[in-house]
């Protein structure tokens, strides 16, 4: 029932981020400045998660603000984590006044960083059971990520969601951006 509303928000914000990213000098500034006239656009249940970054490439800097989505992870070395965040802030259009913090890690070589929405971890099997966040920190702690590129990682985890959910009908998008720093 909100496919063709949620489209267009999609579409909106997607612009918008566009036009503003050549004139704010960090993702926080971006969504801060983005979040009122999108909340004059949207209605009380339309709203846009995402989660904005940059990466400087000669520092390997990541940096990152959070609009209503999960933290990302981070496997460096044996650990997998979720990368710690000073905020994690409402969705784009959901509050009038929403400002947004950052945070910046740094990665080294062979760090991946793995960004998902809600859908990937609130996949449900035939079971209603859900795919949930420890089960995907396992597997991204499990995989040999040293000698697999992005598309790879990105690859292993969406067929493990699939083997999961099986023939369960999909309740909700899956998205999935994975980072791999060389």
């Not at 080294?108 to 209603?128: C, F, W």
């Amino acid at each position: 029932g909100k496919a063709m509303k949620a489209a267009m928000i999609a579409v909106m914000s997607s612009g918008r981020v566009h036009s503003r990213a050549g004139e704010a000098s960090s993702p926080a500034e971006i969504l801060t400045g983005l979040n009122r006239p999108l909340h004059t656009k949207t209605s009380e249940v339309m709203f846009t998660a995402l989660c904005l970054g940059s990466i400087n490439v000669p520092t390997r800097e990541f940096t990152y603000a959070l609009a209503g989505m999960n933290r990302p992870l981070l496997k460096t070395g044996d650990e997998t984590v979720s990368i710690p965040s000073a905020e994690r802030g409402f969705p784009l259009g959901a509050f009038e006044d929403s400002e947004y913090g950052e945070d910046t890690v740094r990665l080294k070589s062979g760090d991946v960083v793995v960004l998902y929405t809600d859908g990937v971890i609130e996949a449900q099997n035939r079971a209603e059971e859900f795919y949930e966040k420890d089960r995907l920190i396992g597997l991204l702690a499990e995989l040999p990520t040293a000698g697999l590129s992005a598309s790879e990682i990105k690859d292993h985890i969406v067929a493990d969601v699939n083997e999961f959910t099986a023939s369960a009908p999909q309740q909700d998008d899956l998205t999935l951006v994975v980072v791999k720093a060389v």
